[in-house]
């Protein structure tokens, strides 16, 4: 039996934050080899070189560490989202709307390579949204189905209306992708998939508002 979990400390001193690196760094490491069924927290505490004593003084439980390791590999993931957004500045509507759709894809299917029932049972508390706005001070599905919308020359319309067009893109699409999460993984690996998704939410972005 793991021994029970303390109140949790704050890492404030400079040895204390290296611990806590050293943990997450070892448990996104592992986890990326085992995935989370093989992860523990006496293999986490063997690479990070501390007991598992000092880890709990930090986590409160074994649940705790692996949301916080999964946490790290989808601020990895965001990450290089940011660098692909720069690249997409130039594409038209359709196209940004696709690379957005493979992103969050990608996104996804790497989560559950690294924890299948894990991440379809918990996959809410990892939501990234799309990632791709472009302006540094916008993120979120929403600033990117924004961004769509303005693409496809719809900026003449009224702003609410624009408005709720960006809030029923920035949620449709998460929405429908984490229902395949659930539901059924295997679309989100067929290509045509995809497609299907991409004619559905252009003809949304083109059609006419007043």
């Known amino acids: 039996m793991p021994p029970q979990p303390r109140r949790r400390r704050h890492p404030r001193q ?30 986490i505490a063997d690479r990070a070189g501390v ?21 790290d590999v989808v ?8 660098s692909l957004s720069q690249a997409l500045l130039a594409l038209p509507a359709p196209e940004r709307l696709r690379a957005g759709i493979e992103f969050a894809i990608a996104h ?19 939501r990234t949204g799309t990632r791709l706005a472009v302006s540094p ?12 919308l303005d693409l496809a020359q719809q900026d003449s319309s009224d702003p ?4 709720h067009a960006a809030f029923l893109l920035g949620r449709g699409l998460p929405a429908m992708l984490r229902a395949a999460v659930e ?27 007043t």
Do not use: N, W
């Not at 400079?14 to 293999?43: I, K, W």
């Not at 001070?137 to 769509?148: E, N, P, T």
């Not at 609410?160 to 408005?163: D, F, G, Y």
């Open 14 to 43: 400079e040895r204390s934050r290296e611990l806590v690196r050293c943990v997450r760094e070892a448990g996104r490491q592992l986890v990326e080899q085992v995935g989370v069924e093989g992860l523990t927290v006496q293999a």
């Open 51 to 71: 007991s598992v004593g000092s880890l709990y003084q930090y986590f409160e439980s074994k649940e705790e560490l692996v949301r916080t390791v999964l946490s």
């Open 75 to 82: 601020d990895e993931r965001i990450s290089g989202g940011r």
């Open 108 to 126: 996804h299917l790497r989560m559950l390579e690294v924890g299948s029932d894990y991440y379809r049972e918990h996959h809410a508390e990892f």
């Open 137 to 148: 001070d916008a993120r979120g599905a929403k600033a990117f189905a924004q961004q769509l």
């Open 160 to 163: 609410a209306v624009l408005r």
């Open 183 to 209: 539901d059924d993984p295997q679309l989100l690996e067929d290509p045509s998939f995809v497609d299907e998704l991409t004619l559905l939410f252009s003809a949304y972005l083109d059609a006419p508002r």
